[in-house]
Structure formats: C-alpha cells, structure tokens
C-alpha cells in the first residue's frame, strides 16, 4: 500500500512596495476601519474609531468588513478605502 502525503504549507511571498507617506497631522482626515469578521471585532473597532475621532479630531469615517478574517480586502475594497480615507487601520476581534 503506497500513502501519499501532501505539504500545504508554502514559503513566504516577496513583494515590494512603496509605503504611503504620512499625514503631518491626523485632523479632519477620513479614518477608514477594516473588520476582519471575528466576532466583536466591529465592537473593539467602532469604540477605537469614536476614540482616535475624539483624540486626534478625525472628520469621518469610512467601515469596511471583510467576508472573513482569511480573506484579503477585494480590489474594489481597496480602491474605495483609498479614494475616501487618508489613514487606514485594521483590526482583529475575539
């Protein structure tokens, strides 16, 4: 009897790319907030955003949820997030 064992796992993907400069201040920015889709997750990143909005004088803020924590955002996604905000941040739940 012969057993075949596949290895899932691969190695790291190396990619290069250009960090976005940052903001001289954060007042009267966009904040956009990605939920990764764990449960409350969208609790702890409302309640950060009320909190950086208060701290830092944010103008609004842009909510992006994600099908699941294993899935990237979508181009789209993306593409919207940096159309309408200047600072990004994501966040995990649990």
């Known amino acids: 009897m012969t ?3 596949l290895d899932p796992t691969s190695g ?3 990619t290069a790319f250009d960090m976005a400069p940052r903001p001289g201040s954060l007042k009267g ?3 956009g907030l990605i939920d990764n889709g764990k449960r409350n997750s ?3 990143l409302k309640e950060i955003g009320r909190r950086l909005k208060d701290l830092y ?3 609004g ?3 992006l949820k994600k099908p699941s924590p294993s899935h990237a955002v979508s181009e789209d996604a993306a593409r919207e997030l940096a159309e309408k905000a200047q600072v990004v941040l994501a ?3 649990d």
């Open 61 to 63: 803020e842009v909510h």
């Open 57 to 59: 004088g944010f103008r």
């Open 91 to 93: 966040g995990i739940g």
């Open 29 to 31: 920015l966009t904040l």
């Open 12 to 14: 790291p993907v190396k």
């Open 3 to 5: 057993i075949t064992v």
């Open 42 to 44: 969208d609790y702890m």
